[in-house]
């Protein structure tokens, strides 16, 4: 299968916004919720963000309010908009479904929040 591939990624200061994109697989894209997940250093891997087939949202408490998920199912392309980045937002970002597949992990995309 072809993994998903992340982008938008960069350094920002903090207060600063963000558009990540993730570019899927069709066949796993249009029937299952995407999610889009990040990894600090020493950290493990969590889910921030996640967008059902149908539209629905959900978010983790630590960024509710300041990032936006979203998905264009004629492009199979998921979306993360980030706003008012903190520091503690440093991470590598990945995307995938919701509950995660296993061996569907793409390179993810750095962004780093200076203070």
């Known amino acids: 299968q072809v993994q998903p591939v992340e982008s938008g990624g960069g350094l920002v200061q903090a207060g600063g916004s963000l558009r990540l994109s993730c570019a899927a697989s069709?066949?796993?894209?249009?029937?299952?919720?995407m999610g889009w997940y990040r990894q600090a250093p020493g950290k493990q891997r969590e889910l921030v963000a996640r967008?059902?087939?149908?539209?629905?949202?959900n978010y983790a408490d630590s960024v509710k309010g300041r990032f936006t998920i979203s998905r264009n199912n004629a492009k199979n392309t998921v979306y993360l908009q980030m706003n008012s980045l903190k520091p503690e937002d440093t991470a590598v970002y990945y995307c995938?479904?919701?509950?995660?597949?296993?061996?569907?992990w793409g390179q993810g995309t750095q962004v780093s929040v200076s203070s």
């Open positions: 995938n479904t919701d509950p995660y597949i296993w061996n569907y």
């Open positions: 069709g066949s796993i894209f249009l029937f299952n919720a």
């Open positions: 967008i059902t087939s149908a539209g629905s949202t």
